[in-house]
């Protein structure tokens, strides 16, 4: 593997066992791979394959554009755009055989005419609101809908679904009234003589702690990539984290007690102190929250960050670690040796979550793939 200043590594052993074991959970409920923001940091391609190769049928996106690059990339499978859609982004829904998610008129007679101009048959799923608040039609708003859908050419109603806001706290007693308001939507849906394939509504957390949810299909996210859906909650099937953020010491010195260092003199040595700079700042996604109360690890020991986190670097107190030399492994999210700095720790130190720390990891910083032969 080529060596670059600042890397991720992304293990697709450990993709592929969260597929199958969500897929175990499941049966007979079909898997969608939510692979939308790029995989959530991990690559959104070659999670998508590994995903589809470990048994998911389905895959989810947030736009069009993400749907586009999936098929560009080669990628053949069921594919549904999730968020809104304008209606001048419809043509390429089409031209890129898109599943797409309508809650709107406009949006809906644009695919519907970009259909028919391409003499094509377009699945759409319907999103249900059922007190997520976001997206979505009204519970009483749902049978109208369809029915206008029935009348627009070359549309096909193939999916109604909802999606849980509460589904990863500790009380389920939000998620089951939304899913009590679903089932009462499916039965008005049922009784206005619609025959739809496939109702889903369970995320990740709703995957693991509310089987009853299940239904035709769900959609796994941040399971996937091995984080908790609730950092506090322990995962209810083994998962395994697929991340690792590393970069290198590009610098190692000794410094005599009272020397600040980075912007801002935000930290001053108590003591002589061995100081490495790390080539990763901000300008990858690693949160300038992390300053002065974060860790990495280095020859298998927890270091402190000391002093701003900058744009492209940072600066540790190796003084605990032993010997350190320029060129060391540095892992700031992800295992080194029997240490291991997760995710989630990573977000709390950053007062934010697990999906934010690996979904910031910006272009720039390679990605490269690990899977067993």
Known sequence: MQKYTTSIEVDLDAIAHNVRAVQERVAPAQVMAVVKANAYGHGA?????????????WLGVARVIEGAQLREAGIT????????????EMQAAVVYDLTMTLTELEPAQALSAAADQLHRTMNVHVKVDTGMGRAGLLPDEIVPFLNTLRTLPRLSIQGVYTHFATADDPDPAYTQY??????QVLSDVEA???????????????????????LDMVRVGIAMYGLRPNAALKPAFEIRPALTLKSHVARAKWLPAGSSLGYGRTFVTQRDSHIALVPVGYGDGYHRLNTNRGMVLVNG??????GRISMDQ??????GAG???VGDEVVLVGRQGKE???????????????YEVTTSLLARVPRFYLKNP
Do not use: C
Request: net charge negative; aromatic share 8%.
């Open 301 to 306: 020991k927890r270091v402190p960050i000391t």
């Open 323 to 325: 010997e350190v030399h």
């Open 178 to 183: 939304q899913f009590e308001v679903f089932k």
């Open 192 to 214: 206005a003589d619609f025959n739809i394939p496939i109702y889903h509504a369970a995320n990740s957390a709703a995957i693991m702690y509310h089987p009853e949810t299940h």
């Open 340 to 354: 291991r700095i997760t995710a989630e720790e990573v977000a709390q130190w950053a007062e934010t979550i697990n």
């Open 314 to 319: 940072l600066i540790v107190d190796v003084s």
């Open 77 to 88: 499978a069921p594919i549904l755009v999730m968020s809104y859609a304008l209606p001048t």
């Open 45 to 57: 391609s070659e999670v998508a394959r590994t995903a589809l190769d470990a048994g998911a049928t």
